[in-house]
């Protein structure tokens, strides 16, 4: 009898929790449609000046551009593409826990490397331990487009070549599908893995191979940061439509349960009351 | 007449695809004019309008903001981190990034930003010169 309103309290709240979970759920799916979408419109792009690259990259062996060449290491700089909000599951506690273990790993002391952050709780997450954060990007959109990453990406290619660090890695999660995202990391510069041009069109340069690779480089590694936010911002989206979905499914569950308490008791309740006016008629007999 | 594939290409996706007869673009090097059948040929591309000559004497024009020209025989190819065909160009906004850069030109503040608003203003004039079609 006690816990009767209690319990219709409790199934209330988790019913209106379960819509505010659902609508997030069907928002971000729809977000996920549209994500995908751009990173399907990246792609045309991305062949493209991966195919120029490489035949200039190959027509232009040993060119000494900064970019193409390995330095020793004595710094590293990591770009960690995160998001800006939570109630996406793992999606960032998974890419920071993958980052810091490897930070641990390779490096002894925090002079060692550096952090660009996308992402509020990225930067949050190394602004409070202290470490390095040279450059951060918060509240991109959700559809975000180059002009939104530019700057950070500009920032992160030119320190390199200025030799502020020697090596850079990304980390993001990669989009894999709807249910599975997985945390990557890939190196950015020096630019050593270029595939080799598909096709082998003996091009003329004007004015010369090294005048373009000077634009074309820092624009190949700007590009490719913003394939990788691109793919990072679908597997957000993913991410948290799975994580809605999940608080869903648990909501209807607890509504359930509930639901069966609340009848039992309820029954209990009449039970009684039947009982104590039997017992009060047979008392008068 | 003989024509050639063009495509303008950004990160943000395709924005221009036709077939031309001739390409007169801005290269850092001074200006170039492309016919079909050209000899493969790249070349980095300055901030200016692209000129896309198609049959019957129709042309289109395209603001490009850098980036590159890759020329084929049977296809050419622009590369830009940001290009607009002269149609979908939102003038309202290309003159208010003209006023801000005029306007963080005339503080004159450290080298950087004042290369920055320089280049700004660059793309800002060229989107305006594009839309109103006065090249």
């Known amino acids: 009898m006690v816990n009767l309103r209690e319990i219709k309290?409790?199934?209330?709240?988790?019913?209106?929790?379960?819509?505010?979970?659902?609508?997030?759920?069907?928002?971000?799916?729809?977000?996920?449609?549209?994500?995908?979408?751009?990173?399907?419109?990246?792609?045309?792009?991305?062949?493209?000046?991966?195919?120029?690259?490489?035949?200039?990259?190959?027509?232009?062996?040993?060119?000494?551009?900064?970019?193409?060449t390995t330095r020793p290491v004595k710094k590293t700089a990591y770009l960690v593409i995160g998001s800006d909000r939570g109630l996406a599951g793992a999606y960032n506690s998974s890419i920071l826990r993958q980052l810091q273990r490897t930070i641990n790993e390779r490096?002894?002391?925090?002079?060692?490397?550096?952090?660009?952050?996308?992402?509020?709780?990225?930067?949050?997450?190394?602004v409070k331990r202290d470490?390095?954060?040279?450059?951060?990007?918060?509240?991109?959109?959700?559809?975000?487009?180059?002009a939104d990453i530019k700057e950070i990406a500009r920032n992160a290619v030119g320190m390199f070549i200025d030799g502020a660090y020697d090596e850079l890695y990304m980390y993001y999660n990669h989009f894999e599908s709807a249910i599975s995202q997985v945390?990557?990391?890939?190196?950015?510069?020096?630019?050593?893995?270029?595939?080799?041009?598909?096709?082998?069109?003996?091009?003329?340069?004007?004015?010369?191979?090294?005048?373009?690779?000077e634009v074309l480089l820092p624009q190949y590694a700007e590009s490719l940061i913003y394939g990788a936010l691109l793919d990072g911002k679908a597997s957000e989206h993913a991410s948290r439509m799975t994580?809605?979905?999940?608080?869903?499914?648990?909501?209807?569950?607890?509504?359930?349960?509930?639901?069966?308490?609340?009848?039992?008791?309820?029954?209990a309740a009449i039970t009684q009351e039947i009982t104590e006016i039997v017992g009060g008629a047979a008392a008068l007999e | 007449m003989k024509t050639v594939t063009v495509n303008i290409v950004t990160p943000d996706g395709p924005v221009y695809d036709a077939e031309v007869t001739?390409?007169?673009?801005?290269?850092?090097?001074?200006?170039?004019?492309?016919?079909?059948?050209?000899?493969?040929?790249?070349?980095?591309?300055?901030?200016?309008?692209?000129?896309?000559?198609?049959?019957?004497?129709?042309t289109d024009l395209a603001a490009v903001n850098g980036g590159f020209i890759e020329v084929r025989p049977d296809k050419i190819s622009i590369l830009a981190s940001s290009a607009e065909v002269a149609?979908?160009?939102?003038?309202?906004?290309?003159?208010?990034a003209l006023t801000r850069a005029e306007q963080r030109l005339q503080q004159k503040q450290d080298n950087v930003d004042f290369k920055r608003a320089e280049l700004a203003l660059q793309r800002a004039i060229n989107r305006i010169n594009v839309h109103e079609g006065n090249i």
């Open chain 1, 9 to 68: 309290g409790r199934i209330n709240s988790t019913k209106s929790t379960q819509k505010t979970t659902k609508a997030m759920q069907m928002v971000s799916s729809s977000k996920l449609r549209r994500a995908e979408s751009n990173a399907k419109a990246y792609v045309p792009y991305m062949e493209k000046i991966q195919d120029v690259v490489g035949a200039i990259a190959a027509g232009t062996k040993d060119s000494g551009h900064p970019m193409l």
């Open chain 1, 107 to 126: 490096h002894k002391s925090k002079d060692e490397y550096v952090v660009f952050a996308v992402g509020r709780v990225v930067r949050d997450y190394f």
């Open chain 1, 131 to 146: 470490h390095n954060v040279i450059g951060s990007v918060v509240q991109l959109p959700d559809q975000p487009t180059f």
């Open chain 1, 183 to 213: 945390v990557t990391e890939k190196k950015v510069l020096p630019l050593t893995e270029i595939a080799p041009a598909t096709s082998n069109a003996a091009y003329e340069f004007e004015p010369s191979g090294e005048a373009i690779l």
């Open chain 1, 243 to 267: 994580a809605m979905r999940n608080a869903t499914d648990n909501a209807s569950d607890l509504i359930a349960e509930l639901s069966l308490q609340y009848n039992r008791a309820r029954q």
């Open chain 2, 22 to 58: 001739m390409v007169i673009a801005k290269t850092t090097s001074g200006e170039i004019g492309v016919l079909p059948g050209h000899i493969p040929m790249v070349a980095p591309l300055a901030i200016g309008a692209v000129k896309l000559n198609k049959e019957g004497g129709q």
């Open chain 2, 87 to 96: 149609e979908t160009i939102d003038l309202a906004r290309a003159k208010a």
